[in-house]
Structure formats: C-alpha cells, structure tokens
C-alpha cells in the first residue's frame, strides 16, 4: 500500500517564494481597486499613502498646511521666520486584516494540482483585499461630511439635502457649484467658512520641451448620477470624451470625459451587494477592520426621495498606511489529516478621511481644523 502524499509535500516553505506569492496577492488587489490610480505617497496623491510595520496601530500621517507669512526682506534673517511651515496631522487607526482559503478536493496527488489551487487561492484573497479595502474607503470618504453641496432643480444651490425632492438629479449645474465650492471655498448657512480644496496636479506631456501640467479635480459619481448626467445638454456641451492618450495621462479607472478642461468624471457605480461603490442615503452601515460602524447616511436623504452621496477629491483626500508586502503562508499539515492545503495572507493596513487636527490654540482656530480637507459630498436625488 503506497504512503498517502499529504499537502505538506506540496506546501511552499521556501521564505523568498513565499514573499513572491505574498507580493502578487498585494499587486493584483491594488490594481484592481477602485482607488489604484488616485493613491501615491506625497502631498499631490488623493489618497497619501504610507508605508508602516504594523507594530503599532496608531499612524500619524500628515500633510504641509498652507503657508500664509510675508517672508523676509533684503538683509534680515532667516532665523525669525525658519520653522512657519506647518504640518497638519491625523491619527489613523490600523488593523491586521487577515483571510485564508481551504482546498475542497482530497488527496490532490500531483504537484500541478497544487499549484492550479494555490493560483486559484491567491486570485480569491486578492479580490477580497479588494473588496474590503474599497469598502472601508468608500463608506469613510462618505460619511459626516463637512463640504456638502446640494443642487435643485431650479439651481438653488445649499447644504442641505432635505431640500432635495423628486427630479432634482444630478447635472452640469452640480459640477459647476461643486467646482467653484472646491476652488474658492464658501461660507454656508451657518456662516462658516469652508477653506477651499486644493487640487490634483498632474504632467499632460512635453510641449517645446517644457512639461505641462494641468490642475483638476476628480469627480466620483453613481450610476443614477452618470445616467442623469448623460441627458443634460449643457455637460455634453462642455465635455470631453477622454481619448486612450488621455486615459495614460489622467489615469482614473472609469474616467469618462474632462469637464470643462478642470474636473475628470469617473463613473464608479452605487454600493450594492456585491461590490462597494458611491453610497446612498439608504445604503446601510459599515463595520470597519477596527469594529466602529460607519454610516449614518441617512443624513443625506432628500424630502420623499433617496439620494446619491457623489464624491468630488482633491489633493489629500484620504490617508492610507500599510504594509509594503502581506505575511503569506501555505499549510499542509494542520487541515483534515494533511490532506488539504491552507492558503493564507495576512497585513496591516488602515484609512481615514484626512481631517486634520489642530495640536494647539493657534491651529485649532484655523480654517482647516477638523475640516474634511479633500472631499466635497455632491448629493443629488437618484430619480
């Protein structure tokens, strides 16, 4: 009687192979977010990210604040006036988030059937790192909003969403007040000033062999948004459709046209069951990696009518530590005897809207104290 071949004969334990799986599972899911193409790692990124080693799962991430000094004239020195550069800081908490897959099939006798289910494994876990990181990014960008804009039909624009009613739908009208809301900042209702945003710079090539660079905003929408936002005649008169060479240079997953020269629109659906995207006001709460919930959408809900929560960044949106490559393992002796293989993976990782915190007196009386720094709520009425 031949001795059983468990999985332990098949399981990889070779620590730079290991990192190799470990580093496909992590590239595959970030291409496949809904947010690959607005992370990077300094002040111009939508979403900062940064690298940590998870031994602590508090991260102070920050970002320069604006610099409002006269300088220094002729001969004076620089001693009284080094150190004005502020930074403004956030506190995001991070957790180790962790999924693993279980071969189904018994006595899987050859190594190329191994290798089909580890291949298999390491798609799964990388769509689920997908999947719940959007999650978490999409519902935290959403939620209490500090910039709000409201548009009605007659183009009364406010910050209140009771006063949307049927047939207030998303159109040009809302990308303009948006617009000009992000550049200039507003005061509301209230008489609070909302400082304005700063947008995403970014190089659209050579010209006389001197790099030209272009400063817009990007637009996240719904379905419901997209679909209203294709009948008004006035956006299809100001938009562009982006061509694959714009697509290189404004690389936005889903972008569909430049608006006005200024504001990229990307179409990035409504969260549904089966993937994250542009919330609702009836769309329900989230459990974060750290067990807080996050919701309270409701808020946003029209007079008799659901709404859209669409989604206008700029330069620091959100802020993102993780860890540069996930733990990856393989288990052949521990699962049914060792007849089945464990594949697992590991990582730390966390996000938080940037609302920066003022430390002291002086900067808690600043405009941009516990104001989303990057993110404007656009709410629309979906019929």
């Not at 908490?93 to 190594?111: C, H, T």
């Not at 507003?186 to 304005?196: L, Q």
């Not at 540069?324 to 809207?353: H, M």
Request: aromatic content about 8%; glycine content about 10%.
């Amino acid at each position: 009687m031949s001795a059983l071949i468990t999985a332990s004969a098949f399981a990889e334990k070779d620590p730079k192979v290991l990192v190799g799986h470990a580093k496909e599972v992590m590239v595959a899911a970030t291409r496949a977010s809904a947010f690959s193409s607005l992370r990077g790692t300094d002040d111009n990124s939508i979403i900062k990210t940064q690298l940590e080693d998870g031994k602590s799962t508090i991260v102070t991430m920050s970002m320069v604040a604006p610099l409002r000094t006269l300088g220094v004239r002729g001969n004076t020195s620089l001693d009284n006036t080094e150190g004005k550069i502020k930074r403004m800081f956030m506190d995001v908490r991070g957790n180790v988030i962790a999924e693993s897959d279980i071969s189904q099939n018994k006595k899987l006798l050859s190594r190329s059937s191994w290798q089909t289910f580890r291949r298999d494994a390491k798609n799964g876990l990388a769509e689920w790192r997908k999947w719940l990181t959007d999650c978490e990014i999409f519902s935290k960008l959403s939620r209490d909003c500090t910039k709000i804009t409201v548009v009605q039909a007659d183009g009364t624009v406010s910050e209140n969403p009771a006063d949307l009613a049927p047939g207030d739908t998303f159109g040009a009208a809302h990308l303009d007040a948006a617009y000009s809301r992000a550049k200039n900042g507003y005061t509301d209702a209230a008489d609070k000033r909302h400082p304005k945003m700063k947008p995403y710079r970014v190089e659209m090539g050579q010209v006389k062999g001197q790099t030209t660079e272009v400063e817009v905003f990007v637009m996240l929408l719904g379905t419901a948004s997209i679909e209203a936002l294709g009948q008004d005649p006035l956006y299809l008169e100001k938009v562009k459709e982006l061509s694959d060479a714009d697509k290189e240079k404004l690389p936005f997953a889903g972008g569909i046209g430049l608006y006005d020269n200024k504001m990229v629109i990307v179409d990035k659906g409504t969260w549904n069951e089966e993937d994250p995207g542009i919330v609702r006001s009836d769309t329900a709460d989230w459990t974060d990696i750290n067990g807080q919930t996050i919701g309270g959408f409701s808020q946003y809900a029209g007079t008799g009518v659901a709404t859209e929560v669409n989604l206008l960044l700029g330069a620091g949106a959100g802020m993102e530590p993780f860890q540069a490559v996930p733990d990856y393992g393989e288990d052949g002796t521990t699962i049914d005897s060792g007849r089945k293989l464990k594949v697992y993976v590991d990582q730390f990782w966390g996000f938080e809207k940037f609302r920066p915190q003022g430390k002291t007196a002086e900067e808690q009386a600043l405009a941009w104290h516990d104001e989303d720094y990057g993110v404007q709520a656009v709410i629309a009425a979906v019929v």
